[in-house]
């Protein structure tokens, strides 16, 4: 499987995971998850259809250049970073709702320096999505509303599940192959 399929995977099984748990606090809990695990199936299956496609090679094009993966691993790293620490610091605050959307709007700022790295402007797009959704969420959760939280994560996770399916049976932007998420 290529990085960018491997990219589509990946954040279609972060999607998956943000509906599993998002949809335990809301209603319709077993359609929600069972949706998440579906289109996580056809995610998978699209990518391996489009690498038989390829004649089981795995395709993609040149390796992206070794900036552009100093910049996902920096993201990635600096990502897992400002969960951990800003999660535990909205469970000081007693703001508990907060930590979903805070992951969310995390999430979402890890992708956006990829679109440069990679030279694919569809990070640009999902990475802003996600921190608007993650920064509504987390002002409407600190404010007491009660399913912002929940809807954050659901919404974050039906629009990675939603990337990586599009990604996989449209076909991929032109540019370096590299990591997705």
């Known amino acids: 499987m290529d990085g960018r399929s491997l990219g589509s995977v990946v954040g279609a099984a972060g999607g998956a995971l943000f509906v599993w748990n998002a949809a335990g606090d809301l209603a319709a809990t077993t359609w929600l998850r069972a949706a998440a695990v579906a289109l996580l199936v056809l995610t998978v299956g699209a990518a391996l259809v489009a690498r038989r ?24 790293t ?6 951990v620490v800003g999660a535990r610091a909205w469970v000081a605050l007693d703001l508990e709702a907060v930590v979903l959307p805070w992951v969310v709007l995390v999430v979402g700022a890890h992708f956006l320096p990829f679109a440069r790295a990679f030279g694919a402007p569809v990070f640009t797009r999902l990475g802003g999505l996600l ?18 939280a929940p809807v954050a994560g659901l919404l974050a996770g039906l629009a990675l ?17 590299g990591p997705a998420t």
């Open 53 to 76: 496609g390829r004649g089981g090679r795995s395709g993609g094009g040149a390796a992206p250049p070794r900036r552009a993966l100093r910049t996902y691993g920096w993201s990635v």
């Open 78 to 83: 600096l990502m897992a970073v400002a969960i």
């Open 131 to 148: 921190v608007l959704v993650g920064g509504a969420g987390a002002v409407a959760a600190g404010l007491g509303v009660g399913d912002a």
């Open 161 to 177: 599940l939603a990337s990586g399916l599009t990604a996989e049976v449209r076909g991929h932007d032109p540019g370096p192959a």
